[in-house]
């Protein structure tokens, strides 16, 4: 270790001491830049500019104008390599950072004791609760999967995915949804069907020309699969619920499609099938007793790509990849940063506009869940098509 970062790592840890015996001492009042400058040493040697263009701009004008100054924020995106540019952005921005982690929610272990070694508490939902209970509560929430949706924070939270959206639905504090717009089909039509891909290509698993996957669920997640699968080269199969309508871009591509309640149909798909993977977002999507039967009697390799158990309890969870866990969290980045870079900027900033409300400088304070404002979804779009590296993909994605 540099001695330059020990000793800013002992000073960082002295600023947490004096935020733990002074609640309102906020660690990162006095020397916001401890965190990115440690922070720094990864990043800089993962990644280049180009791949993280929003996250960047946004460090650069909160370093100036410190919007989270003297702010307990609670960040609860999955823990890799990637998310410490959003951890960076907002410590720029005078954050007092808190890591949650709960719910089985995926980490890399080794980012997760890095972000301890720099003094920035990781937490579960107990201890956060436990904080809240002796007046140390948070500002800011910024959760996924609504890990974090028994706190209390002042100003509100950032829910980052559709998943986490059920726990919001009464919820008494302004909630903005970032999976509700536009930015985050970046990661997930783009980022997750490329992982799923990158996962299966790790475990050794060949799937050039012919061989067959039947792709259950048409929604984001599921097209991106989709996407990723016919420029693989495979035949493609989607079961959906047809009854919502048809997919313009499975229509455009050719995509064969059948009705998820058609269930010889869906089964017979089931039995012929070399590759099967779940993308619906329904918990138990699955367990149903002819597809079961149909995937207890395949020798098709099962995967699935949600946050919810999608084959249900009759199928073992021995017999589906990371034991139904999302597959691409295998990966030591699950989803590229160039992917992620956006929706996580979009993470971030939708704080910053709560703050903003309840200072009444923009918008106004509502309870419950709300769609990200298109004028800031157009800002993040356009940093990242115009200085990222994906411009012509998410062009391609949009049918620009």
Not at 322 to 351: M, V
Request: proline share 5%; charged share 20%; glycine share 12%.
């Amino acid at each position: 270790m540099p001695v330059g970062s020990f000793f800013l790592r002992v000073l960082l840890k002295f600023y947490r001491l004096c935020g733990a015996l002074y609640p309102g001492f906020s660690a990162w009042g006095g020397f916001i830049y401890i965190g990115g400058m440690i922070f720094d040493e990864i990043v800089n040697d993962a990644y280049e500019k180009r791949e993280y263009p929003a996250l960047s701009a946004f460090f650069a004008e909160w370093s100036g104008t410190r919007p989270f100054r003297a702010l307990r924020v609670l960040v609860a995106t999955p823990v890799f390599r990637n998310t410490l540019l959003e951890y960076r952005a907002l410590i720029a921005g005078g954050a007092d950072l808190v890591v949650g982690v709960a719910g089985g929610m995926p980490c890399d272990p080794g980012i997760v004791e890095t972000v301890r070694e720099n003094g920035i508490p990781v937490v579960g939902l107990p201890e956060a609760l436990e904080m809240e209970s002796r007046g140390r509560g948070f500002d800011l929430v910024l959760d996924c999967a609504g890990q974090f949706s028994a706190c209390h924070p002042r100003f509100g939270f950032v829910e980052l995915t559709r998943s986490g959206v059920q726990f919001y639905e009464k919820c008494e504090h302004p909630v903005y949804v970032a999976d509700s717009g536009v930015v985050k089909r970046i990661e997930t039509c783009l980022g997750t069907g490329e992982g799923y891909v990158r996962a299966l290509a790790q475990l050794g698993h060949d799937f050039c020309d012919g061989k067959k996957f039947v792709v259950f669920g048409s929604g984001k997640v599921g097209q991106g699969i989709v996407l990723q699968l016919l420029r693989s080269g495979a035949d493609v199969h989607v079961v959906t619920d047809c009854s919502r309508g048809s997919c313009a871009f499975l229509d455009a591509n050719g995509v064969p499609v059948t009705d998820c309640n058609d269930l010889d149909a869906v089964a017979s798909l089931v039995r012929g099938a070399d590759f099967v993977v779940t993308a619906t977002g329904v918990k138990g999507a699955l367990d149903r007793p002819q597809i079961v039967e149909a995937l207890l009697a395949s020798g098709a390799v099962l995967a699935n790509m949600g946050v919810e158990d999608e084959y249900g309890p009759n199928v073992s969870a021995s017999r589906v990849l990371a034991e139904k866990k999302p597959l691409n969290f295998i990966l030591e980045e699950p989803t590229h940063l160039k992917y992620i870079d956006a929706s996580l900027a979009l993470h971030a900033a939708l704080g910053e506009l709560l703050l903003q409300e309840a200072a009444g400088i923009s918008g106004t304070k509502n309870a419950g869940p709300q769609d990200p404002p298109s004028d800031l979804e157009q800002r993040i779009l356009s940093m990242t098509m115009q200085d990222g590296l994906i411009g012509a993909e998410i062009a391609e994605m949009m049918g620009w």
